[in-house]
């Protein structure tokens, strides 16, 4: 069954597109995607997946903050808006 989307919905679409038998395609375009894993995890989703890495999250609060893509420089200067990260990991008790 998790399977569905790929082999069967996403099929279905390329057919309605494209056309079939003795029907005219609808044109346009289909683009199929895998997601990865969850930012936010928890019942209200209020805590950060550390399984994501580092670099995901900085670039999740890059977007939130600007709405432009991330470029990979630890300084970025957006709008007269300046955003430093300094990412260090503390110690567990």
């Not at 609060?61 to 709405?67: D, K, N, P």
Request: proline content about 3%; glycine content about 8%; hydrophobic content about 30%.
């Amino acid at each position: 069954m998790e399977d569905y989307a790929e082999s069967i919905t996403s099929e279905r679409v390329k057919r309605v597109i494209k056309g079939y038998a003795d029907k005219e395609g609808t044109g346009g375009s289909f683009d199929y995607y895998v997601l990865g894993k969850p930012l936010f995890i928890g019942e209200n989703r209020e805590f950060l997946n550390e399984e994501v890495g580092t670099d995901k999250i900085r670039e999740y609060i890059w977007y939130s903050e600007t709405r432009t893509a991330w470029g990979k420089p630890d300084l970025h200067k957006n709008q007269s808006r300046a955003i430093c990260y300094l990412c260090r990991q503390l110690p567990f008790a």
